[in-house]
T-cell receptor, first 116, second 112 residues
Framework: EAGVAQSPRYKIIEKRQSVAFWCNPI?????LYWYQQILGQGPKLLIQ????????DSQLPKDRFSAERLKGVDSTLKIQPAKLEDSAVYLC??????????????FGPGTRLTVL | KNEVEQSPQNLTAQEGEFITINCSYS?????LHWLQQHPGGGIVSLFM???GKKKHGRLIATINIQEKHSSLHITASHPRDSAVYIC??????????????FGKGTKLSVKP
C-alpha cells in the first residue's frame, strides 16, 4: 500500500516569496493533517481536514497560511508571504476515520522549507 | 510546562547497548504513539498503545496509565537506530476525539 506522498521534499525561498506544498494521503483516508515542525521541536498541528471540510485550524496563521482539500483527497498548503520563522519541516499525515479512538496517523516524508 | 515531556533530550550510546527513552504526560489520553524521525524529516509510527506493553523486533514500548508514563526500549542498539524518537499522545477532549500532542523528541545517536 502506498504511503502518504508529499512534494517537494525541499524548498528554499527568500522571505516575502510565496510557496506551496502538496500532499496525497493514503487512499481511503478521510482525515488529513498538516503539521509544522521547527528544528528541535515536536510537530505542531496547523490544520485538520475531514474529507474536504476543516475540522481544526485554530493554530494556522491565517494571515499568511492557507490550505485546501477541494475534492477530499489531495491537499495543498500555501504560505504567502513567507517569513524567516516559517523555516521548518511541513509534515502531512492521514488517518482512516476521525471517529475512532484508535485511528493511527500515517506520516509523509515532509517538506523541508528554508526561508532566507 | 509542556503537556508531554520526554527524557533525555539527547542520548549517545555504543552499539549493542540497551536504551530507554521516557515520556511523561499530564493530560487524559486515549492512546500514546511512539514515532521515529530520521534526518530528512519523514516520520514512521513505531507503536500505538493504550495499555500494557508492545514488542516489535528489538523495540519494546510500555505504558502505565495510572502514572501517565511510557517508555520506549531498544535492545542491542545499532547505528541504524540513530534517529529522533517522538512521543505523541492522543488527548481525550469532551465532545471530540482530540488531536495529537507531541513531545520535543529524543535525539539518539548510536556509535559503532
Amino acid at each position: 500500500e502506498a504511503g502518504v506522498a508529499q512534494s517537494p521534499r525541499y524548498k528554499i525561498i527568500e522571505k516575502r516569496q510565496s510557496v506551496a506544498f502538496w500532499c496525497n494521503p493514503i487512499s481511503g483516508h478521510a482525515t488529513l493533517y498538516w503539521y509544522q515542525q521547527i528544528l528541535g521541536q515536536g510537530p505542531k498541528l496547523l490544520i485538520q481536514f475531514q474529507n474536504n471540510g476543516v475540522v481544526d485550524d485554530s493554530q494556522l496563521p491565517k494571515d499568511r497560511f492557507s490550505a485546501e482539500r477541494l475534492k477530499g483527497v489531495d491537499s495543498t498548503l500555501k504560505i504567502q508571504p513567507a517569513k524567516l520563522e516559517d523555516s521548518a519541516v511541513y509534515l502531512c499525515a492521514s488517518s482512516l476515520v476521525r471517529g475512532s479512538s484508535y485511528n493511527e496517523q500515517f506520516f509523509g516524508p515532509g517538506t523541508r522549507l528554508t526561508v532566507l | 510546562k509542556n503537556e508531554v515531556e520526554q527524557s533525555p533530550q539527547n542520548l549517545t550510546a555504543q552499539e549493542g547497548e540497551f536504551i530507554t527513552i521516557n515520556c511523561s504526560y499530564s493530560v487524559g489520553i486515549s492512546a500514546l504513539h511512539w514515532l521515529q524521525q530520521h534526518p530528512g524529516g519523514g516520520i514512521v509510527s513505531l507503536f500505538m498503545l493504550s495499555s500494557g506493553k508492545k514488542k516489535h523486533g528489538r523495540l519494546i514500548a510500555t505504558i502505565n496509565i495510572q502514572e501517565k508514563h511510557s517508555s520506549l526500549h531498544i535492545t542491542a542498539s545499532h547505528p541504524r537506530d540513530s534517529a529522533v524518537y517522538i512521543c505523541a499522545v492522543k488527548v481525550v477532549v469532551r465532545g471530540s476525539q482530540g488531536n495529537l500532542i507531541f513531545g520535543k523528541g529524543t535525539k539518539l545517536s548510536v556509535k559503532p
